[in-house]
């Protein structure tokens, strides 16, 4: 029978990097208030064309020494449709039909995208998942619940399309799960770089096609006026590109079981975010959730060389 075994490390680079990562993305918010005039696929596709255009003359060293069979390419098609594409559609929508309603449905299903992140890293990675681990990261998941629903209660009472939104949560946490996975599998033998550059390429000609297939060409496809356009920039070089870049560089060398419990910064700085710059008042839960959150994600990445013999 086999046995546990648990390498006591303190936090590497990849660790490290997810929560960089994590932090910038917590921004990502903020910086999208002035964009609200596009349509969500117009969003992605400017924003991916910015990335794609800014990373080309970076990575085409490293693109020429990179081999790529049939089945790479079908994983970053992969990639690009869930976590570029789809998933930040499928969660828009959501929010569209429960009118932004804070503490709904929506942000409760969202929260179960390490769920499928373990599970398929388990299904496909063949990663291990031992009981140090589960108390911790069940820890953090309770812990990044109560930071989002500081009373412990989901607002089922969001109108006619809450089962829809329900869904389209459910779908959103699915694609932004999984595509951690197949990140990681592309990531086994493939420069960052490369990778964040067909990430943000691939996702570019799906947006593109999105647009052209739902007939938003005169919105989505117009030109940013010039503090648009700043703000795209900045979103490039902060919580968009950069932070992917930064986040698969880790993520290289970090089981995604880890990763994606790390991941969990992003609630925890966004709530940090609303208290000092929009004043929100927080619920005593969730500093204690803050806490714990901080605790768990700790121990996860210190124990992050865990393996079983």
Partial sequence: MQSLRI????????????IIAALL???????RRGLYTYPPIGI???????????????????????????????????????????GTLFFTAALLKTAFISFSVVFFLQKLQPLFAIGTAHVFLKEPIHKKYLVYAGLALVAAFYLTFPMGRINFETGSG??????LAFLAAACWGS???????????????????????????????????????????????????WRFLVIALSTGMVALLIYYKGLKNTP???ATILELMFPLVAVLIDLLVY????????YVAGALLIMAMYQIGKYHDAYAV
């Fill in 7 to 18: 390498k006591d490390t303190t936090f590497t680079n990849g660790p490290l990097l997810i």
């Fill in 25 to 31: 993305w917590a921004l990502d918010g903020v910086l």
């Fill in 44 to 86: 992605i596709f400017i924003e991916h064309l910015i990335g794609f255009a800014i990373l080309l003359p970076f990575v085409f060293k490293h693109f020429k020494k990179t081999t790529l069979t049939r089945k790479d390419w079908g994983i970053m098609a992969l990639v690009s449709l869930f976590s570029g594409l789809l």
């Fill in 162 to 167: 809450t089962a829809v939104a329900g869904l």
């Fill in 179 to 229: 595509s951690t996975t197949f990140s990681k599998m592309m990531l086994a033998d493939k420069n960052p770089q490369v990778v964040t550059f067909l990430r943000f390429a691939m996702t570019t000609v799906l947006a593109f096609l999105a647009i052209i297939l739902v007939g938003k060409q005169e919105t989505a496809l117009r030109f940013p006026e010039t503090a648009e356009l």
């Fill in 256 to 258: 995604v079981r880890v």
């Fill in 279 to 286: 004043n929100t008042t927080l619920h005593p839960t969730q």
